[in-house]
């Protein structure tokens, strides 16, 4: 299986766990390896976008037509090709570091939004934040088993400090229960997501894919 | 029939001498060492993916030296020039070595006004005297500077920084490792650990912006009675023990802070206010103190 099949069997069948097709390569390629260590973090980080950050329809509307006038695009029909190209511009690595980038920017725009003053805003943060746990839980119970498993002082390190991140981490969604209202919380809770998103991804790069 | 017998007692044993010869030479150290002249700033790049030290010194020459001991030959060390760059990469070649002898420690030789960007999994980072931009990353590895000015980022898992006589601008972020700056000459000052402390110790330069957290480690903040600056220092859960009440007054900006219902606070001016001082910590303790 060449990188370019691996892409398409990641996309298809999504990468956690890692599609047994795709499983020998990633073993061997550390290109791809680094790719679904890319994509990991990216979806880790994802979840911590609030729901707000749907533009509203008329700003597609008024793009698009923008656009159309000056005929970068040709009306609803050519969409699809546009699209496509696009993607075909970007390839999937590409995409995935630009991601990486993109979210952690909103990852701190969200950590320095005002706290929720409104109930249903408050229910939509924690709704995220529980999103992003479960991400997380669930890539860090996917972890290699070469990590797991290793005694070397690096493998060692990196799973103490794991352990250390998600005491702090039930610690702080504990606080959050409890009050809140707690900004400090908050952004310390945001900031432990981000660290254990980025902890996940070296272990995952370090150990390699099984 | 004798000779027969000599041969056979003989083999075995040079069987075993050629085997620990082999066996030798695959764990005995290396030695690497390559020059570099370079015309103005250059800028290191290290990538060691294997285990091992990294330290950096300064010179009046106008070249890099790399000087490198690898413990056996399972580790595969690159250097190469692309102008002003200089990029060295250890890589391991046999992961079934034992962990002594996946090591690769590296002693650089820069000029004084050098950009590095380091990155190692264990063992210390040292820089000295040096001048310029640099980023080091270690998993496991302490990080020690002394001397060393320009925008400083360091990023550790478990690994501490110790940062002495440093100016520009440092950026630290860590989970467990500690944090600590002795007699700064800093002027935009950023630290995070989630478990480790963090220890300040010098003056905040007028306009400078110094902020400092700490998830459940102790913040500690000395400072000296010429100092000038703003202080805000909150905790969620932890507490502020504040020994320097007798400088520090209410803000003097006209600016009322409290800290939240849910949060305990300590808000105040030291001087004028001229610096902007941040700590925090999650649940461990801030302290603040004047030095004597």
Redesign the interface.
Known sequence: MQCKEVEVVLEQQGFVPVPEAARAHLAGCSSCQGLVADLTAIVATAHLLPAEVEPPLRVWTRLRAQLEEEGLIKGAKTRTAWRRRFSELFGARALATAGVGALVVAAVVLQMRPPASHPTEARNTYENYDDTSLTLSNDEAHLPSMQLAGSSKVDVALRQNLDIVDKFIVDCEQRIKEQPGDELARDYLTGAYQQKAELLSVMMERGGVY | MKWETMARGFLPVLGAGLLFGAAHAAAAPQHFERHFAVKGRPVVVIQNVA?GRIEVKSSKNSEVVVAATQASNKINIDAEQAGERIDVTATITDNSGA?NELEANFQLTVPEETELQLRT??GLVYVEQVMGDMTLQS??GDIHLKEVSGYIVVRT??GSLVCTQCAGKLDF?S??GNAQVVQPGLTNVSL?T??GNILFDGDFIRTGIYTM?S??GTVEVHFSGNDSFDLKA????GTVDNQAEAYLKPDSHGVRHMA????KGLFGTVGTGLAKVEL?S??GTIRILKRD
């Open positions: 285990n962990a999994q264990t998993v496991a898992t478990g972020n989970i467990s995070f989630m478990s957290k998830g459940k909150q905790t969620a859960t939240s219902k849910f949060t925090s999650y649940s």
